[in-house]
């Protein structure tokens, strides 16, 4: 009987860790996705400034081409 018990609390205790390897790998993937989007959305973000940096000096660049051209007519 005593044999008995010891395995059905050795099954127990092998299911109870089982439970807790897979709830680690678990958060251990989801905080690997977060950090992927963390780098994502960061990777975003810089790109969204350049674009709007690039437009400013676009901009910047047309206004001087006018600006030469009337000067180009005087």
């Given amino acids: 009987m005593s044999i008995f018990i010891f395995l059905c609390s050795h099954e127990l205790e092998k299911d ?3 439970k807790k390897v ?6 251990q993937t989801e905080l ?9 959305q960061s990777n975003d973000e810089s790109i969204q400034l350049y674009k709007g940096d690039q437009k400013i000096l676009q901009e910047k660049i047309q206004k001087l081409s006018e600006k030469q051209k009337g000067l180009a007519r005087m």
């Fill in 32 to 40: 690997k996705i977060l950090i992927k989007k963390d780098v994502f």
């Fill in 16 to 18: 109870f860790i089982k």
């Fill in 22 to 27: 897979k709830s680690y790998g678990k958060a």
